[in-house]
């Protein structure tokens, strides 16, 4: 009966039936490739974009694009390292000047992108340079260790869900996306954010007309794709045990794949959390088995932009059909 | 009567969850004006876009030229010479109106690697010269009003030869002077031996230039006549099947009751020149004028849509300054845009998301949290109270037909509850019931003691529904008329007299 529910879901399931696809054939192809080990190497390494990822679905929505993630989430992973490293802050004050970065960073693109008018494209390619250069200069142009707080490594690394339930290893980055992935669920679907986002992203001037502050909406939404940025900044640093300044350049392209092959439309106005979420996966499943295949690093992207251009377009013909 | 060129019958189509057409049939001759009417969501548009190519039709068959024809797409059709004017504007809006009107067919030069402008652009000044009309070829779409916009569709599918043209609703948007250009096309057509299907609403306009009528009903076929032989009341019996609400002169307004909008010396470039005006409680204040007069950037401007460059704007006697829409609704103002496909509903969303855009602060639950409940509650109260036709309220916009669409932009400003109304062109591609509808509602929310600023092209409406009547010519304001004094007379007098 409810024909927008059931085409989006319809998407969810084309896209989640793409990964069991994916996750039969290489579980059939390779022995290794089923095992609890290399399952939660692949959840581990999908947890970072994961989370970048999720961030990035809100401004997609939007219609905008934002380019800086990359660097923002290197320069929020080196503000936690100065605050624990260089300052001595205890770590979960590092954590949250982490998060707090990337919220302040999408902040000034959002401003920029919704006060100035500047387009998001440009504003973003901005933004990702001057984080870029931050994190630089605020580092000293060297990686940052944590080896004085022992415990900022667990964050990602530990498990607290194999201290509660024995044998069930599962890293904490991993349980973080997850629980990421629940709140960002929540705001777009549950909160005004989302509705706000929605509205925007399909047709800004009818939403402006009808009284809603755009600009205002646009920078939150800005901003809170800065606070998952600055998540995942935090989770990579943690799980690096250290902050590198010159990493992070291209996580953007690769989040924004995950969020496409999700089924989440750049012109605006469409997408979703779970489509995300399994966007992310399939990309991290691919790669993954690929290499337990031995097929070459090289290959391995072509392979993965391929899948991009495929999973676009059977998007496209679903549209058109329906 | 002149060979038939085109016989549709038994056309049946389901979208999902609404039966749009029922068996249906439909015919047109050569050399007619033949008029589809029915109400919002009648089916029309669907029957003429079955015609057209744009849908597929579940049953039925279509005889053109006496051979049955499957028209599978919209480039098919238009290859047979059948041509349609769409209910919306489908132009691109970077490009100029040359550009617009051959898209797909530029003329081409030197092995057609090569743009020919100036083939384009004398082919474009040869058809505006047939159409009679004064317009720079070279223009971006974007520039041009709704009204020129039309003329630019209209212009296109008469570019393609068509032996068939069909029209939905070519005249919302147009001026007098440019209906009657319309007309003058339209019957120059006739004599070459065109087919016209021509949708409207407007009843003085079908027993103008249609020969035959044919009334729909429900996705049902009810009857053809001949236009000369029917009155305008059986056609409207015809349609509606009930009795409509038939609205009487407003009473005066009584006495003077306290001014709740006062705009003193606003000038926003050539678009607005010194206009000063109250508006009181309980008002229905009409704007008249002609397209272009400057109407719908007052609105624009008095909700914060534009900016203006001097000017004060008081509302209950305290001065604002509007830094955006948000800031007018803030206030208790309400705007419906004259153009709602582009400015009116995100017809991306369903139907309870368009009701309550405006008033989402009203519908949270602590810490910002949407209360689904109470927004399916308030939309389906809509739906109900302005008789939306919609199966359901999860249905996005985009589906329903023009009229219903308008509908739910007015649901939404009522959702909002604000005091002060500004409707521009609120009728426009509404059918005459829920015409009637909305002016018993205009004039129940003035008896609430709302104030309305009702701003219509449509003069009979204008007399009929306001107390007191300004009229604009050029961005000024030339005269302001009480209800009594107002006739159709006085208010083109007023309307043209800087021309
Ligand atoms: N693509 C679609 N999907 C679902 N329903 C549709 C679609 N197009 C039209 N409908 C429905 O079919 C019915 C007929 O719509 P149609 O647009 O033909 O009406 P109309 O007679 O042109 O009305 P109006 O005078 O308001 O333009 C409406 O109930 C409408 O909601
Ligand atoms: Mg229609």
Redesign the pocket.
């Known amino acids: 009966m409810n024909i927008q529910i059931k085409s989006g879901a319809l998407q969810q399931v084309l896209a989640l039936a793409s990964l069991v696809v994916l996750i039969v054939f290489f579980t059939i192809s390779s022995s290794n490739f089923f095992q609890f080990s290399n399952i939660v190497g692949i959840l581990l390494s999908t947890a970072v974009i994961g989370v970048l990822a999720l961030g990035s679905t809100f401004v997609i929505i939007t219609g905008g694009i934002d380019l800086s993630v990359g660097t923002v989430m290197t320069l929020s992973g080196v503000m936690t390292g100065v605050c624990i490293t260089f300052w001595g802050l205890p770590v979960p004050v590092g954590i949250l000047g982490g998060i707090l970065m990337g919220a302040l960073c999408g902040l000034l693109s959002g401003t920029a992108v919704a006060k100035m008018k500047i387009p998001p494209f440009i504003a973003t390619l901005a933004m990702m340079m001057i984080a870029k250069g931050l994190a630089l200069i605020i580092s000293g142009a060297k990686p940052v260790y944590f080896n004085d707080a022992e415990s900022f490594a667990e964050v990602s690394q530990g498990s607290v869900l194999g201290w509660l339930i024995p044998g069930l290893d599962i890293p904490n980055a991993v349980v973080i996306f997850f629980v990421a992935a629940i709140v960002g669920y929540l705001i777009l679907s549950k909160t005004i954010i989302g509705r706000y986002n929605f509205a925007l992203g399909s047709n800004e001037e009818a939403t402006r007309l009808s009284g809603v502050n755009v600009g205002f909406w646009k920078i939150v939404i800005y901003t809170l794709t800065g606070a998952f940025t600055g998540l995942a900044g935090v989770m990579m640093a943690s799980r690096l045990n250290s902050a590198n300044p010159a990493l992070g350049a291209g996580y953007e392209l690769e989040a924004i794949a995950a969020v496409v092959i999700g089924g989440t439309s750049l012109s605006g106005g469409k997408g979703t959390i779970i489509g995300t979420v399994i966007g992310a996966l399939i990309m991290s499943v691919l790669t993954n088995g690929l290499r337990i295949l031995s097929v070459p690093q090289e290959w391995q992207t072509v392979v993965v932009g391929f899948v991009i251009i495929l999973a676009v377009y059977a998007d496209i013909l679903r549209r058109r059909k329906a | 009567m002149s060979e038939v060129l085109l016989q549709m019958e038994g056309i049946t189509k389901e979208?999902?969850?609404?039966l749009?057409?029922n068996n249906c049939q439909f015919e047109l001759r050569r050399g007619e004006v033949h008029a589809l009417m029915?109400?919002?969501?009648?089916?029309?548009?669907?029957?003429m876009?079955i015609l057209t190519g744009v849908?597929q039709k579940d049953e039925g068959t279509v005889t053109y030229q006496g051979k049955p024809v499957e028209l599978t797409n919209p480039k098919a059709a238009q290859d047979a010479g059948i041509s349609m004017i769409h209910?919306e504007l489908n132009l691109a809006p970077d490009l100029t109106v040359a550009q617009n009107i051959f898209i797909g067919r530029e003329p081409r030069r030197r092995l057609r690697l090569f743009l020919d402008d100036q083939a384009l652009h004398r082919q474009v000044k040869a058809l505006f010269q047939r159409m009679g009309l004064d317009m720079d070829p070279a223009i971006q779409v974007s520039e041009l009003t709704v009204a020129k916009q039309q003329m630019v569709e209209i212009a296109k599918a008469l570019s393609y030869n068509a032996d068939v043209l069909v029209m939905?609703?070519p005249t919302a948007a147009l001026s007098e002077t440019e209906i009657e250009d319309l007309f003058r096309i339209i019957r120059q057509l006739r004599a070459d031996g065109v087919g016209i299907v021509y949708?409207s609403?407007r009843m003085d306009e079908i027993k103008r230039i249609t020969d035959r009528i044919t009334v729909?009903r429900d996705?049902q076929y009810i009857d053809t006549v001949l236009t000369a032989e029917v009155t305008t009341q059986d056609i409207i019996s015809k349609m509606v099947g009930r009795q409509i609400y038939e609205t009487s002169k407003p009473e005066a307004a009584a006495g003077e009751r306290e001014t709740v909008l006062e705009v003193k010396g606003l000038n926003q470039g050539r678009a607005l020149r010194d206009i000063s005006f109250t508006l009181r409680k309980g008002e229905i204040l009409g704007i008249a004028g002609l397209v272009g007069a400057g109407r719908t950037e007052l609105a624009r401007a008095i909700f914060g849509a534009d900016r203006i460059q001097s000017g004060e704007i008081y509302i209950h006697g305290s001065r604002v300054k509007m830094r955006g829409p948000h800031d007018a609704v803030r206030l208790g103002i309400g705007y419906l845009s004259e153009d709602r496909k582009r400015y009116g509903c995100v017809v991306d969303l369903d139907v309870k998301s368009n009701v309550v855009i405006a008033s989402y602060p009203g519908f949270l639950r602590p810490g910002g949290w949407v209360n689904t409940v109470k927004i399916r509650k308030q939309a389906e109260d809509m739906v109900e109270r302005l008789k939306v036709?919609?199966p359901h309220v999860d249905?996005e916009v985009?589906?329903?037909?023009?009229?219903?669409q308008q509908k739910v932009v007015i649901g939404k400003w009522l959702t909002r509850d604000c005091d002060i109304l500004i409707f521009d062109e609120p009728t426009r591609?509404?059918?005459v019931g829920a015409k009637s509808e909305i002016y018993r509602l205009l004039n129940e929310l003035a008896a609430q003691g709302k104030s309305i600023i009702m701003i219509s092209s449509e003069l009979p409406e204008i007399l009929r529904m306001s107390h007191r009547i300004l009229v604009m010519c050029e961005g000024r304001i030339t005269g302001e008329l009480d209800h009594e004094e107002a006739t159709q007379e006085t208010i083109m007098h007023l309307a043209t007299a800087r021309m």
């Open positions: 979208f999902p969850g609404v749009a057409l029915g109400e919002n969501g009648a089916g029309k548009s669907t029957m876009k849908y209910q939905d609703e949708i609403h729909m996705g036709k919609t249905q985009k589906f329903l037909s023009g009229g219903n591609g509404i059918d």
